[in-house]
């Protein structure tokens, strides 16, 4: 947000962390996202502050321009005005392994202490309490995009110490943007809390992970959103609020 932009008074969780989202991304970046909140806040960065960035789907879509909020990465409205329509093979080796993709987004069932994200299985490999998707391509990502953002909210089922199977590497992982505050990489990678939300407070988000949280020397106040932010939010990209809410 920009010194003069009037701050919002009126803002919903997902709404700030859609806003933090946006704002890590810069002018010409090319990011790989898939649906949800990232989506939102890349469509919301473009919007503002990030004209030219061009956005990826894991489904083929480049330099996608979506005039809806898309239900799933096969949606038409991904396909509508992009660049170019590849096959995902181009996309993850001329694109994604080729070094081209400057942020990737990515959440799973679990993250743990040092940015892991497990998409594989809760419990044990051989006999899982319960099993999930899999990698698809988040691995990949997470090895070859040059910055990885999480958004998700905190929970301590979600955050363990240690994931039950690393599905992707936390080496990349930039910032883990939450509903309670923002987690970023410390001394040997330990994810530390550098920045609180409004009305948050250290001990609630340390009964939402399941490690002894550690802090930076000064933990910031997470900025507000601005005034048109929300506005572009809830009248043009997410009319619905299908995210938002």
Same mark, same amino acid.
């Given at each position: 947000?920009?010194?003069?932009?009037?701050?919002?008074?009126?803002y919903?969780?997902?709404?700030?962390?859609c806003?933090l989202?946006?704002?890590?991304?810069?002018?010409?970046?090319?990011?790989?996202?898939?649906?949800?909140?990232?989506?939102l806040?890349?469509?919301?960065?473009?919007?503002?502050?990030?004209?030219?960035?061009?956005?990826?789907?894991?489904?083929?879509?480049?330099?996608?321009?979506?005039?809806?909020?898309?239900?799933?990465?096969?949606?038409?409205?991904?396909?509508?005005?992009?660049?170019?329509?590849?096959?995902?093979?181009?996309?993850?080796?001329?694109f994604?392994?080729?070094?081209?993709?400057?942020?990737?987004?990515?959440?799973g069932?679990?993250?743990?202490?040092?940015?892991?994200?497990?998409?594989?299985v809760?419990?044990?490999?051989? /006999?899982? +309490? %319960?099993?999930?998707?899999?990698?698809?391509? !988040?691995? =990949? #990502?997470?090895?070859?995009?040059?910055?990885v953002?999480?958004?998700?909210?905190?929970?301590?089922?979600?955050?363990?110490?240690?994931?039950?199977?690393?599905?992707?590497?936390?080496?990349?992982?930039?910032?883990?943007?939450?509903?309670?505050?923002?987690?970023?990489?410390?001394?040997?990678?330990?994810?530390?809390?550098?920045?609180?939300h409004?009305?948050?407070?250290?001990?609630?988000?340390?009964?939402?992970?399941?490690?002894?949280?550690?802090? /930076?020397? +000064? %933990?910031?106040?997470?900025?507000?959103?601005? !005034?048109? =932010? #929300?506005?572009?939010?809830?009248?043009?990209?997410?009319?619905?609020?299908?995210?938002?809410?």
């Amino acid at each position: 947000m920009t010194p003069t932009a009037e701050a919002a008074t009126d803002y919903t969780l997902n709404e700030l962390m859609c806003v933090l989202a946006a704002r890590e991304i810069k002018d010409r970046d090319v990011v790989f996202v898939g649906i949800g909140l990232p989506n939102l806040a890349c469509n919301l960065a473009r919007a503002t502050h990030a004209p030219n960035m061009t956005l990826i789907y894991e489904s083929g879509a480049v330099g996608a321009v979506p005039d809806r909020v898309p239900p799933s990465i096969g949606d038409p409205a991904l396909v509508t005005g992009s660049l170019q329509v590849t096959s995902m093979a181009d996309i993850f080796q001329c694109f994604l392994q080729n070094g081209k993709i400057q942020i990737g987004f990515l959440g799973g069932a679990q993250v743990d202490k040092f940015g892991n994200i497990n998409t594989t299985v809760v419990g044990g490999y051989d /006999a899982p +309490t %319960v099993r999930l998707p899999g990698s698809g391509g !988040a691995c =990949e #990502i997470a090895a070859h995009a040059q910055r990885v953002l999480i958004v998700t909210k905190l929970d301590k089922r979600a955050f363990p110490e240690k994931v039950d199977f690393v599905t992707s590497s936390g080496n990349r992982v930039a910032k883990i943007i939450t509903n309670m505050g923002v987690l970023e990489p410390g001394p040997g990678g330990e994810m530390i809390l550098t920045a609180l939300h409004p009305g948050v407070s250290f001990e609630q988000v340390q009964a939402n992970v399941g490690w002894t949280l550690k802090t /930076a020397a +000064t %933990v910031a106040a997470s900025p507000l959103p601005s !005034a048109r =932010e #929300i506005e572009l939010l809830r009248t043009k990209l997410d009319p619905k609020r299908l995210h938002i809410k």
